[in-house]
């Protein structure tokens, strides 16, 4: 059962989206997160509202699958709320006991809420319509300047790499190990927090010993198909930019203007 | 010379106690000697720890030789110059599919051999497509290997040491972890190299029913070559297996039962055909 588990939470569909290079995508999501920070008035966020609907609409992806990756920052969400709210100085709109909610908190929290949603959507987004293995060579690629500063680009996207394709692999060995250790009487289900945790060192025991035996095993693999980093290496699937790509850039880029207009500079 | 050979090849391990204090020394591979021609099929018989991973590593300059040496088409594996060369040339095929398949997604995994060796883009789609094809396994290009059976993973594993070229594929213990259907599939497919493509194959094995097609068959104990021939003149000396605690196929086995209550057959009897065809059934 743990073999489906799909990692990251690529959704596959045939769109314009899902075609682009995994660089344009990279790089358009860094500068929509740029651009939250940037705007500072609701009209901005309207305009990133909208490029934000033109894209989901555009990638094919059911909204609820975007809207999925929110449950996990709800927490985070209201406590950014709250704190934004009762804790920012300013003009009293409304007070009780000893908080008191300002008008420059409502906007603060208000701005903070969009951020964060439109920030979790964007770039959900970008996981959502891109593999894994597509998102680490993009990565490899926008990274390689870094090459000269002798940061080893190359290995640490390989690695990345590794560890994905090794985690349906490990997390199927935890099952094994947890089943023969319930066989032997083992309980992983009752008592506290902590009580569950301590249950679990036997079993990390045993899954470390296999995950560094595996790691020696796919270094020797390696090494006899004759990998020696990534000098001299070609690619299968190089990464190169079509026409799609170039306007995929130019629309981000005309974004980015929109948003500094209407997010900095004009005024109703 | 043939492709690869063998001069009184030495391999000691060091032991360490808890400490790590030197304890002694353990030879793996003792005064070896080896000549594998090309286009031939060796297998490589013997129970755990006789040895006979430990000299397959030494094919692959994956482990260098204590004492002796060990050419690669002539090569010396030691010589730092041609260690590219050499596992390139004899590329190498492991136990565990889960621990050799580095790629995501089947071609991608075939792929991973050529681009180490820079070859360019366009031929890496013409190898992958080529060793897919040759090991049956085309039509599952663009699965993720985790969704593959085992023998299935091991024929992918093969197919990515091919793309490379290879004149000699090693194969240690390959179906060691498969069921029975698997290791037929693995040992059909290897069988097929060697006969369509002329790929040397030495093959490392405890399973007897594997070699039968063998040229050639090596046994090992405590490192050294206990015995040697084809795997008819090996079979026929059954009391000699069963003292290196090697299982004899069951055929043999049986034939050599019955020529000792006095039926009289030929030793080294393989196949139940050949058994059935003497006893003229």
Known sequence: MLRDITLGQY?????????LDPRV?????????????????????IVAGLFLIFLIKLSKVPFRFIVRGMKAIVFLLVLAVVFNLFLTPGETVFSFWKLTITKEGIRLAAFMAIRLIFLIIGSSLMTLTTTPNQLTDGMEKLLSPLNKLHVPVHEISMMMAIALRFIPILLEETDKIMKAQIARGADFES????????SLVPLLVPLFLSAFRRANDLAMAMEARCYRGGENRTKMKPLLYHKQDAIAYGIAWLYVVFCVYFGRIFTL | MGII??????????????????????????????DVKQGD?????????????????HMNAILYPTEGTIWVEGKDTTNEEYLWDIRQ?????????????????????????????GVPTKEIWERVEESLKAVGMYKYRKHSPNKLSGGQKQRVSIAGVIAMHPKCIILDEPTAMLDPNGRKEVIRAVRALNQAEGITV???????EEIIHADRAIVMDKGHIAMQGTPKEIFSQVEKLKELRLDVPQVTLLAYELKKS???????ILTCEELMKELKL
């Open chain 2, 262 to 268: 006095g039926i009289n057959l030929p030793d080294g």
């Open chain 2, 41 to 57: 099929f060796m297998a490589i018989l013997g129970h755990n720890g006789s040895g006979k991973s430990t000299l397959a590593k």
């Open chain 1, 191 to 198: 008592g506290n927090l902590i009580k569950k945790a301590k």
């Open chain 2, 5 to 34: 050979e063998a001069k009184k090849l030495v391999f000691e391990y060091i032991r360490r106690d808890e400490e790590g204090n030197v304890e002694g020394f353990t030879r793996a591979v003792d005064e070896v000697d080896l």
């Open chain 1, 25 to 45: 995508k990279l790089v358009t999501t860094l500068l929509f997160i740029v651009s939250l920070f940037i705007i500072n008035n609701f009209i901005g966020y």
């Open chain 1, 11 to 19: 959704y596959h569909a045939d769109s314009a989206i899902h075609r």
């Open chain 2, 202 to 208: 030495i093959l490392i094995t405890h399973y007897m």
């Open chain 2, 89 to 117: 040339n004899a590329g190498m095929v492991f136990q565990n599919p889960d621990n050799q398949i580095i790629g995501q997604v089947v071609e991608e995994d075939v792929g991973f051999g050529p681009e180490n060796m």
